[in-house]
């Protein structure tokens, strides 16, 4: 599965953007669509997830301000993201969890990740 992220950029304090991550390639593989990110110098975050039925989670930091959805037609995750303020500045990862199994007959578990894009929250 390929993932290609798009919508960074810089955005005041308060104010909104949308991120926006098309899969490609083997996309029944995806049992669940996540946005994580990393800030300079910091870990790589997990932000929010949407499984294939459509139940999502947060972390405790963009609770109430940022929506994840998907749009299976399109096979599109997306990050809604309200409220912004200068600690969400990061570069944004989408990430696809897969399931297939493989030409052996065997059940593979594998992540797939997409290029990054920058957000920047700052007056």
């Known amino acids: 599965v390929q993932l290609q992220a798009s919508g960074g950029g810089l955005v005041q304090p308060g104010g909104s953007l949308r991120l926006s991550c098309a899969a490609s390639g083997s996309v029944f593989s995806i049992t669940a669509l996540a946005w994580h990110r990393q800030a300079p110098g910091k870990q790589r975050d997990l932000v929010a997830t949407i499984t294939n039925g459509g139940s999502t989670t947060y972390a405790d930091s963009v609770k109430g301000r940022f929506t994840i959805s998907r749009d299976n037609a399109k096979n599109t995750v997306y990050l809604q993201m309200n409220s912004l303020k200068p600690e969400d500045t990061a570069v944004y990862y989408c990430?696809?969890?897969?399931?297939?199994?493989?030409?052996?007959?065997?059940?593979?578990?594998?992540?797939?990740w997409g290029q990054g894009t920058q957000l920047t929250v700052s007056s």
């Open positions: 990430a696809a969890d897969l399931y297939y199994i493989n030409g052996g007959g065997n059940p593979v578990v594998s992540r797939s």
